[in-house]
């Protein structure tokens, strides 16, 4: 079981187990628009079985254990903007933070045998870090959002330590690709630059173009969540590429993939600021390497071709007359939905 399934991680992680032959359920929360548009760009979407549930009611995640009765559950859904946890940090520790336990306690009460993974992030670092980043770094947390992660970081160890559940963090880093949400920068980035190279658009509006990040790509991140749960020990593992590169840096790649300038366009904005900001972020992967047999096969070139060309190709299909499958209505036939109603 999934959740946070209609995300990133999720959409691609259900399409690796499914290809896996799991029979894979995802939960879903009730949105005034439905966000399916992922796992139907994925066309995977009529091989999951989709449980109501949301991580501010707890009994809803315990009824989707009952549901699923799954072995593995990943828990990837989260409040996983950090810009938004400084305008919302209040829902952002319920959801991102307090969930965990929730979920954890789900477990512990209906079969303390399943295995857990914790979506946790380089975020726990924090700023003020100049070198690699390993799993024994201290951690000192600069938004409401690596706050939240930290807690439940240390809430996966303490059900893991005290009640012997099979529970990993993954402490993963930034991991990108065209299903990205738009609001996260290289998402931003590449699809503001294939609209300017279109002219459908003519500047981009950014905060720190200074920020490090080490990006690695959402599928090749996915395989190593399910292989930490393989593992014969529960553990916490680091995953990344070990390369770290500014924003701007994403900038210039993405601009030079499309013919471009990116100094032509590109234009610093202060509402793009955080009020604390992590400046620099870099993985060493080398225990999940040892122990797991995972290194990264996309670096940081190939993943900013691959997003660029996608965000491209889309909107030359959009100029074309085609719809983007998330202005599609996606609205599902709600016989394909579990709910408590159709269970019993
Ligand atoms: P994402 O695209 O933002 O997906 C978040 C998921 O959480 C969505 O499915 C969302 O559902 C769900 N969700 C949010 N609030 C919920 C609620 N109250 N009840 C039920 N579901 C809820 O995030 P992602 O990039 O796939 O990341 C997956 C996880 O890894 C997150 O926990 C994130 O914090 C963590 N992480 C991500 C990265 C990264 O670089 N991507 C790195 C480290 C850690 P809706 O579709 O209904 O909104
Ligand atoms: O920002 C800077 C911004 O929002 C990256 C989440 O998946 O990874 C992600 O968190 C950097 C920051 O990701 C803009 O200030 C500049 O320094 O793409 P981001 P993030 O904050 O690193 C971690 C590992 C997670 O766990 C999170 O869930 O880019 N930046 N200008 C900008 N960022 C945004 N979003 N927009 C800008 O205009």
């Not at 994925?42 to 109501?52: Q, S, W």
């Not at 630059?193 to 720190?208: F, H, S, Y």
């Not at 990344?240 to 590109?266: I, P």
Request: glycine letters at 6%.
């Amino acid at each position: 079981m999934i959740t946070g399934i209609t995300g990133q991680d999720g959409a691609y992680l259900a399409k690796f187990l499914l290809e896996k032959g799991y029979e894979v359920y995802g939960i879903y929360r009730r949105l005034s628009t439905p966000n399916f548009w992922r796992l139907q760009y994925l066309e995977i979407f009529d091989r999951i079985n989709l449980v109501p549930a949301d991580l501010t009611d707890e009994f809803s995640l315990l009824e989707s254990l009952k549901i699923s009765d799954a072995d593995e559950v990943y828990h990837l859904a989260a409040q996983s903007f950090v810009g938004t946890s400084f305008e919302q940090p209040t829902s952002t520790a319920h959801v991102t933070g307090v969930a965990v336990t929730s979920m954890l306690e789900a477990i512990r009460h209906y079969n303390p045998h399943i295995r857990f993974y914790q979506a946790s992030s380089s975020e726990i670092y924090g700023d003020g870090h100049t070198t690699i980043l390993n799993e024994n770094s201290p951690f000192k947390p600069s938004s409401p959002y690596a706050a939240a992660k930290l807690y439940g970081y240390w809430m996966t160890r303490i059900y893991r330590e005290g009640y012997d559940i099979f529970a990993c963090n993954g402490i993963l880093f930034n991991h990108e690709s065209p299903l990205r949400g738009l609001e996260f920068v290289t998402r931003k980035i590449s699809n503001t630059a294939a609209k300017i190279a279109l002219g459908l658009e003519d500047e981009l509006l950014l905060g720190n173009l200074d920020a490090k990040r080490d990006w690695g790509y959402a599928p090749d991140y996915v395989e190593a969540m399910h292989m930490m749960l393989q593992h014969k020990e529960p553990d916490d593992f680091v995953i990344a590429t070990a390369e770290t590169h500014t924003v701007r840096e994403f900038c210039e790649k993405s601009f030079e993939e499309l013919g471009l300038d990116w100094q032509d366009y590109v234009k610093v904005d202060k509402r793009f600021f955080r009020p604390l900001d992590v400046n620099y972020l870099c993985g060493d992967y080398s225990k999940a390497r040892e122990n797991l047999g995972w290194q990264p096969k996309t670096k940081f070139e190939e993943l900013v071709k691959i997003m660029v060309r996608e965000d491209l190709e889309r909107w030359e299909r959009w100029q074309n007359g085609e719809k983007f499958p998330w202005d599609a209505s996606n609205y599902p036939d709600e016989t394909k939905l579990i709910t408590r109603a159709l269970r019993s």
